[in-house]
């Protein structure tokens, strides 16, 4: 999320988005042995960005794309990468969303967090909620194949006991007058 953030920020240029990243993995988590999946998800959502984009501003009608903060913008499409494109044996899509509303959290304004549930939900929710009953306290399905592929990543531990929040459409905002060009929080 920071890497996209920053290549965001910095004016959007595809071509120094891996730059971004391996400076950034250097300075933040030097040592990191498992690079192959940020790179694989800041690739990802750049290549799917033209979707990603038009899914945000379908389902935040209220939001222009460039009026959404820089972080929720990028929370946002890296959870819709997540979500619709990613590989669901590493990361189901309930599980997608309740990273990226943590990462509103930690990241986000106050509203970040119910805004980014909000839009995720709908997606899922017009996706028709994919692997809906999959998702248990024990994550069973999951675990039997990882332990099938010998895959030692910690799909559990990221998971939190409890289930992810329950999405919930964005509220409506009234557009105004040009005072208001900017998302409040």
């Known amino acids: 999320m920071q890497s996209l953030f920053e290549w965001d920020f910095q004016g959007r240029h595809d071509d120094q988005s891996m730059t971004i990243l391996d ?19 800041i690739e990802g959502t750049l290549r799917e960005r033209k979707t990603i984009d038009a899914l945000i501003e379908k389902c935040a009608p209220e939001w ?19 979500l619709m494109f990613g590989n669901y044996d590493e990361v189901p899509p309930k599980v997608a969303i309740n990273e990226a509303i943590e990462l509103a959290k930690s990241f986000g304004s106050d509203s970040s967090p119910r805004f980014v549930n909000g839009v995720l939900g709908t997606i899922y929710r017009e996706m028709g909620e994919p692997l809906k009953d999959d998702i248990s306290e ?48």
Do not use: C, M, W
């Open 23 to 41: 400076r950034n993995i250097g300075e933040f988590a030097p040592g990191i042995d498992e690079v192959v999946f940020a790179k694989h998800l």
């Open 64 to 82: 222009p794309l460039e009026q959404v903060t820089v972080v929720d913008r990028n929370i946002l499409r890296l959870g819709i990468y997540e």
């Open 138 to 185: 024990n994550h069973d399905h999951f675990k039997k194949r990882k332990e099938e592929k010998g895959i030692d990543a910690p799909l559990e531990e990221s998971v939190s006991e409890a289930p992810a929040e329950e999405p919930v459409a964005p509220k409506p905002v009234r557009k105004t007058a040009a005072k208001h060009t900017k998302k409040s929080a």
